[in-house]
């Protein structure tokens, strides 16, 4: 089965840096990686989501890029925010089918 | 729409009790999860649900767990008897496979076993 392994486990970056977080997955047939932001107490919320035919997805700060062959996927938060503090998960899997999470980066934004 | 609605909020018992919590997936969503996020384990998937059979139980820890799910907009997972180890928040997620959509999460239920 699928295996989604996520680091760092914690980051921090000053406010107005950038952020990058980086996973890996096992599975080559996985064609669906979405991306969670989790705050304090809240639910997982998407935030993007990119397919395996696509390499790289953009929205406002947020991009993620895609490297099928390597099996990696990467989270990049640019011009960082207080409001970016929160844990972020990637995820691997099928679309419909179920997706396998990474353990969680736990992200600080330092004023 | 309300999103995926999720009862309790917060439960507290004692070891050995039954504890049953409920979800309410998004209306037309055919696909169910349930999952337990733990510090250590982070987001587990537990089971699955398509069209309200289940498709994968692979992630139930154990015979104590088990999960229902007699109509498209309802769903269960019961422990019992509940342990201390299995203090958790438990969350239900729905997707709609029509649309393509993600799974969208529900609010969360805080269980806490004594």
């Known amino acids: 089965g699928e295996n989604v392994e996520q680091h760092p486990s914690t980051l921090s970056v000053q406010e107005g840096d950038s952020a990058v977080i980086k996973c890996t997955y096992s599975?080559?047939?996985?064609?669906?990686f979405p991306w969670y932001k989790q705050e304090l107490g809240k639910r997982p919320q998407l935030i993007i989501d990119i397919r395996s035919n696509v390499g790289e997805k953009k929205d406002q700060r947020i991009a993620v890029t895609l490297n099928k062959t390597a099996k990696h996927f990467s989270l990049h938060i640019t011009e960082t925010q207080p409001e970016d503090s929160a844990v972020y998960f990637c995820a691997g899997g099928n679309r419909d089918d179920k997706i396998i999470f990474g353990k969680g980066t736990r992200l600080h934004i330092l004023p | 729409d309300a999103g995926v609605i999720q009862s309790p909020r917060h439960e507290v018992t004692e070891m050995g009790q039954e504890v049953t919590l409920r979800c309410k997936p998004i209306s037309g969503h055919d696909y169910l999860f349930w999952y337990r996020q733990t510090m250590m384990r982070g987001l587990e998937l537990l089971i699955y649900?398509?069209?309200?059979?289940?498709?994968?139980d692979s992630g139930m820890p154990e015979d104590r767990f088990s999960a229902k799910m007699p109509n498209a907009s309802f769903s269960t997972l019961k422990i019992q008897p509940s342990e201390p180890r299995d203090s958790a928040v438990y969350f239900c997620a729905s997707s709609d496979s029509r649309s393509n959509q993600p799974q969208h999460f529900g609010d969360g239920t805080r269980l806490s076993i004594l």
């Open positions: 649900f398509n069209n309200n059979v289940p498709i994968d």
């Open positions: 599975d080559s047939a996985s064609n669906y």
